[in-house]
């Protein structure tokens, strides 16, 4: 156990809706990132927050966005859904300057 | 902005025999070097990382080597178990916003 939760496991849904990923941050970890994942794929980075600030933009559509609260808990707002957003979404939360990146269980999103 | 290129995209091994996968990274400021397992299903789990003050790291049947100069850095398995199947990724950090660029991952089979 990495320390970082996400919430929910599983996720199905169908095309145009939106949905909403969760995720905790390890305790003392300032920084989260979200990563996706289709099958067989390699992890895209999708956007990193720090000390609920945005720090850097990967390959993040616009129908999807993202926030990091106060409590440093971020949220993944996932729109206008289609097929080929069903992946899994990983979280991951690193101390901040060179600290170790660390996973949570990833939500799986199926969208039919 | 990084680049990280990985080799080979898929590997089979006899069990007992050594596996090296090997990664290559563009920006000279990048200084941490992890690795990560990702299980069939799973997240991403750490299993070795590497900073760019150190050449060679071990931790039991696992070694990450790095050459700044080449700017390449390599993950040797020795003794391979079935077990060790799984897609391995590398990535590299800057100090910097902590941004991390993943390779493309490695589908290592060990053949029992």
């Known amino acids: 156990d990495s320390g970082v939760t996400q919430t929910p496991k599983h996720l199905i849904t169908a095309t145009g809706q939106r949905v909403t990923l969760r995720c905790s941050p390890r305790?003392?970890?300032?920084?989260v990132y979200w990563y996706q994942q289709s099958l067989d794929q390699g992890l895209q980075f999708l956007i990193q927050y720090y000390n609920g600030e945005e720090r850097a933009k990967g390959n993040i559509l616009e129908r999807f966005s993202a926030q990091q609260f106060p409590d440093l808990h971020s949220e993944l707002n996932l729109s206008s859904l289609e097929l080929g957003d069903s992946a899994l979404y990983f979280c991951a939360s690193s101390a901040g300057t060179s600290g170790s990146l660390y996973f949570g269980p990833g939500t799986r999103l199926t969208v039919t | 902005g990084e680049n990280v290129e990985q080799h080979p995209s898929t590997l089979s091994v006899q069990e007992g025999d050594s596996a090296v996968i090997k990664c290559t990274y563009s920006?000279?400021?990048?200084?941490?070097f992890p690795w990560y397992k990702q299980e069939l299903g799973k997240r991403p789990q750490l299993i070795i990382d590497?900073?760019?003050?150190?050449g060679e790291k071990k931790d039991q049947r696992i070694a990450v080597t790095l050459n700044k100069t080449a700017k390449h850095f390599s993950l040797h398995i020795t003794e391979t178990q079935p077990e060790d199947s799984a897609v391995y990724f590398c990535a590299a950090s800057i100090r910097a916003g902590n941004q991390f660029y993943f390779g493309t991952g490695t589908s290592l089979t060990v053949i029992p």
């Open positions: 920006d000279s400021a990048s200084n941490y």
């Open positions: 590497i900073r760019s003050n150190v």
């Open positions: 305790s003392g970890d300032l920084s």
